[in-house]
């Protein structure tokens, strides 16, 4: 096992990765930038490094001088927690050269899955469903013209070097094709500097749900349910669950061994999460996330598995200590973002936080960073904190979370709070009845 892990991210994860070291008993290095001075995860690590300025570029995505802190620290593993340098392959090799631990999966792994294109070809010959579309990447528009002849329209073009929802061009009609191919590939080779597009069947009212999945070193490699992701807007998830409302424990069982045999096509090892559209009681393969997602205390909440201690575990090349033998979900859970955020306009609203009070009692976890007079910075993401709340069945934890948001006050930031408290009222979400365009006709 490590003796010291030193935290290349800030924020509520940086909080949660301490904690996991905590409780095994690891020393933590925590690095910040100079607009993170004044943060929990500086106080709450045993040492402290500043890495740059406020500027990511030069701070939290500063390769070098992260493996300076560890090496002035004497960590022996770095936990890049999720954005960042979490999926950056080149960072996992040069963490493991310099003869440090990345823990996460290997830098292989991170490569092939990042190549968007690569990832569903590859999930294709694992026997995993694909949504219909091209092999691979397309050299010429007329390509793209021929498969979307052969599937039919509508089609989605997409950058293979994107993800995320970044670098997608939807096509309605065969006029617009050769358009928005060169749109698209333009597009794609500014925003990630590779051009390369590849294009698929346009699913009209699919929702988003995707599978957790944990591999070790000695070829086990289980999947830990599902998480609902459906409710989000401009591709930033608002809300996740699970179970899914729409899955039966037969669809859930078929996506779990999809999930497994994509896992075992790339050898790998540590936490990941393999996204799924779904539709019409199909699914199809979308994206791998080959790091630990922001929405993973939903699992956790559901499983009784403590995913981050599992990782350091797995990358200390110790086995899962995920109990073998038929697995099942515990109850509901369901997590909100709260985004310091104008809930109608969703601009970024940083600032001073001048009054808090958490909700806590019975189901209530609160993942944050935030305290009463911290200020949020304006250089990072918006997120304050993660409301995650649990139950006996969906009903009593939608209850639970309509308690928990009603005790929820923050005062001197907008968040996203008000629009939670409405999402919650609304009789399709209630019924479950949702996809990823609810958040199309919602607003406050
Ligand atoms: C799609 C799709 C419909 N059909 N692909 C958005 C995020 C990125 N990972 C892929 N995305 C989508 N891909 C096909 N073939 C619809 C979306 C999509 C979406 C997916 C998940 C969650 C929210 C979304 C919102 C808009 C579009």
């Not at 694992?126 to 219909?132: E, F, H, K, N, R």
């Not at 397309?138 to 670098?167: F, Q, S």
Request: proline fraction near 5%; charge should be negative; hydrophobic fraction near 40%.
């Amino acid at each position: 096992m490590f003796s010291k892990v030193l935290i290349a991210n800030r924020g509520e994860i940086a909080l949660r990765v301490i904690a996991a070291c905590k409780e095994m008993g690891l020393k933590t290095v925590a690095v910040h930038s100079e607009a993170d001075r004044d943060s929990l995860h500086v106080r709450y690590a045993d040492d402290d490094v500043c890495i740059g300025p406020a500027a990511s570029k030069q701070s939290y995505l500063s390769i070098s001088s992260i493996i300076a802190a560890a090496e002035i620290t004497g960590a022996d593993a770095i936990h890049p927690g999720y954005g960042f340098l979490s999926e950056n392959p080149h960072f996992a090799e040069i963490v493991n050269e310099c003869g440090l631990t990345f823990i996460g999966p290997p830098a292989e792994a991170i490569r092939l899955m990042g190549d968007k294109a690569r990832a569903r070809e590859t999930a294709k010959n694992a026997g995993v469903p694909i949504i219909p579309g091209s092999e691979g990447s397309m050299k010429t528009a007329d390509e793209a013209a021929e498969v979307a002849n052969a599937i039919g329209y509508p089609v989605i073009l997409k950058a293979a070097a994107g993800g995320g929802g970044r670098g997608m061009r939807i096509c309605w009609d065969p006029s617009e094709l050769h358009r928005q191919y060169e749109t698209a590939r333009n597009e794609a080779e500014r925003a990630f500097g590779s051009g390369e597009v590849y294009l698929e069947k346009y699913l009209e009212r699919p929702r988003h749900i995707e599978i957790q999945v944990f591999a070790d070193n000695f070829g086990r490699v289980v999947a830990l349910g599902e998480r609902e992701c459906s409710i989000q807007r401009r591709h930033q998830k608002l809300i996740e669950e699970s179970p899914s409302p729409a899955l039966t424990d037969e669809l859930r069982k078929r996506m779990g061994d999809a999930a497994i045999r994509l896992c075992q096509a790339v050898n790998y090892v540590n936490a990941g999460t393999i996204e799924f559209l779904f539709q019409d009681g199909e699914f199809y393969f979308m994206e791998m996330n080959t790091r630990i997602q922001v929405e993973h205390p939903v699992t956790e909440e559901v499983t009784g598995i403590d995913l981050v201690k599992e990782q350091i575990r797995v990358a200390a090349g110790e086995r899962l200590t995920v109990p073998e033998g038929e697995f099942r979900l515990r109850g509901h859970a369901m997590e909100f973002r709260v985004n310091a955020e104008d809930p109608v306009t969703f601009a970024p609203n940083p600032g001073k936080i001048r009054e808090l009070h958490l909700p806590g009692g019975p189901g209530v976890r609160v993942d944050t960073h935030i305290y009463r007079d911290y200020v949020v910075p304006p250089h990072y993401d918006s997120l304050l904190a993660k409301l995650v709340v649990r139950g006996k069945d969906r009903l009593d934890t939608i209850a639970r979370g309509r308690r928990a948001l009603e005790q929820f006050v923050v005062e001197g930031v907008k968040t996203t709070i008000p629009l939670h408290r409405a999402i919650l009222n609304n009789e399709q979400f209630i019924r479950g009845d949702i996809s990823t365009r609810f958040m199309d006709n919602f607003s406050l």
